[in-house]
T-cell receptor
Framework: DAKTTQPTSMDCAEGRAANLPCNHSTISGNEYVYWYRQIHSQGPQYIIHGLKNNETNEMASLIITEDRKSSTLILPHATLRDTAVYYCIVRTRSSGSARQLTFGSGTQLTVLP | NAGVTQTPKFQVLKTGQSMTLQCAQDMNHEYMSWYRQDPGMGLRLIHYSVGAGITDQGEVPNGYNVSRSTTEDFPLRLLSAAPSQTSVYFC??????????????FGEGSWLTVV
């Protein structure tokens, strides 16, 4: 199962772009990269996911390197409400045929006023 | 659109008591799962279900039972609560096995304290 490595914490100035890196060097060819975030005392929230092409939605952009061994989540104009723990996740396979998500410790992003 | 609904939001139990955390989803999702999150840590999978009548163990199943009698409901039972089960519990659901990937929807969490 592919595992991910993220920095423990990052700061970002309000209004600037937040770039959150993630390493997943053991990712296999059919595994997707997912990003979730968890604002304090709330359930995790889906942000974006991708396989090998860069993706963009209303919340963020996801840049995946050509070798797929790392990715970067970009919040283009961070606001104070983006302060959260951000999880980079690669789909894993547990016993049986189901695919579940394995959450690591994530990156605590603090957006500073 | 209710999504994933968990109850109760907060609960205090005494050691040895039993209780059930309820989870319901109204999106007709096949897959449902329960995670626990301890302070400063990521989510760990307790049990999951790939459809009504089918359940399986996740990473940390000991001390918990689940059942899936309907597509909508996936209750988590603590048979004899222990202080080590003090945690925040999240229920989640998603659609079936993806070709293009899919998202997971989480409930708002249930804060459980065992004293």
């Amino acid at each position: 199962d592919a595992k991910t490595t993220q920095p423990t914490s990052m700061d970002c100035a309000e209004g600037r772009a937040a770039n959150l890196p993630c390493n997943h060097s053991t990712i296999s060819g059919n595994e997707y990269v997912y990003w979730y975030r968890q604002i304090h005392s709330q359930g995790p929230q889906y942000i974006i996911h991708g396989l090998k092409n860069n993706e963009t939605n209303e919340m963020a952009s996801l840049i995946i390197t050509e070798d797929r061994k790392s990715s970067t989540l970009i919040l283009p104009h961070a606001t104070l409400r983006d302060t959260a723990v951000y999880y980079c996740i690669v789909r894993t396979r547990s016993s049986g045929s189901a695919r579940q998500l394995t959450f690591g410790s994530g990156t605590q992003l603090t957006v500073l006023p | 659109n209710a999504g994933v609904t968990q109850t109760p939001k907060f609960q205090v139990l005494k050691t040895g008591q039993s209780m059930t955390l309820q989870c319901a989803q109204d999106m007709n999702h096949e897959y449902m799962s329960w995670y626990r999150q301890d302070p400063g840590m990521g989510l760990r999978l307790i049990h999951y279900s790939v459809g009504a009548g089918i359940t399986d163990q996740g990473e940390v199943p000991n001390g918990y039972n689940v059942s899936r009698s309907t597509t909508e409901d996936f209750p988590l039972r603590l048979l004899s609560a222990a202080p080590s089960q003090t945690s925040v519990y999240f229920c989640a659901s998603r659609t079936g096995e993806p070709i293009s990937g899919n998202t997971i929807y989480f409930g708002e969490g249930s804060w459980l304290t065992v004293v």
